[in-house]
């Protein structure tokens, strides 16, 4: 007597949506990023005497954020800028008296030794390389000078302090972080069917979850990046887009949603 076995196979099948005929069922989220930003380290050993701004404020760029005690860095200027003066009065000197050995060497009835000669030669050199020397010195220590205020490299907002008043700092030692939200990169991952239709410059909209009072607002803007290959896992590439934020309304971090119909954008002709 046989006894017959039937064998069963499940089979689990992942269901991925096709772009077009159900594209209002997919949602696709969106962070926001800030266009640039920075955290900045002091460039002077020194303590730190004042900062200028608290975190969240605004600045320009060029407005100082951090002040270092600077009696030592403008004690070392005077001092470089000291023997700089005395390297262009030693050059002064070397130079005319090479002109005096020339005119002497060439004057039949005055008699000069060509060592006499060689060395002013050599003296009028060492002044060139001594005065270029001090100069070298002059430009270190003014950049010191100027490093013991840390100024904004672009307009933004402070977001968070790295040291405090008083505390001292080292070379390469993180300070503050900045960053600038005049303009807001927002972040999303769009299905690799619509690979095609998304060029650089594309417009593109969002809103935003985070602020209840920007509940009903669309923020346009522009595909500003997009990226070079398509996740293998997701079905997915990245792309950036860059939304003016003149008025401050978003905020780096906040969390939202695409609002346009990829399907609206053009197909790009076939060359």
């Not at 939200?181 to 999303?188: E, H, N, P, Q, S």
Request: net charge negative.
């Amino acid at each position: 007597m046989f006894r017959l076995a039937w064998l069963v196979t499940a089979v689990a099948v992942w269901v991925i949506p096709a772009w077009g005929a159900a594209e209002e069922d997919i949602t696709i989220r969106t962070v926001l990023f800030p266009m640039q930003q920075a955290i900045l380290a002091a460039a002077v050993e020194s303590s730190v005497t004042r900062v200028a701004l608290h975190e969240g404020e605004s600045f320009k760029t060029g407005d100082v954020l951090l002040e270092f005690d600077d009696g030592v860095f403008q004690q070392r200027l005077n001092k470089a800028r000291s023997t700089y003066s005395q390297a262009e009065l030693d050059l002064e000197y070397a130079r005319k008296n090479l002109q005096r050995s020339k005119d002497l060497l060439n004057d039949s009835m005055t008699l000069i030794s060509n060592q006499e000669f060689d060395k002013a030669v050599l003296d009028h050199g060492t002044a060139i390389a001594r005065k270029a020397y001090q100069e070298a010195e002059c430009d270190l220590a003014e950049r010191d000078l100027e490093n013991c205020k840390v100024r904004a490299p672009f307009n933004g907002r402070l977001v968070k302090w790295l040291i405090k008043e008083h505390e001292y700092a080292r070379p390469g030692q993180v300070l503050v972080q900045i960053l600038d939200d005049t303009k807001i990169l927002a972040a999303m991952h769009l299905p690799s069917s619509a690979r095609s239709r998304v060029r650089i410059g594309a417009p593109l909209e969002i809103s935003v979850d985070d602020d209840p009072a920007l509940a009903d607002q669309r923020f346009p803007g522009e595909v500003y990046e997009i990226s070079g290959d398509i996740d293998a896992s997701s079905r997915t590439f990245e792309v950036k887009v860059l939304i003016d934020n003149a008025d401050g309304r978003l905020i780096s971090g906040m969390s939202g949603r695409l609002l346009t119909d990829l399907n609206t954008l053009p197909v790009p002709e076939a060359k």
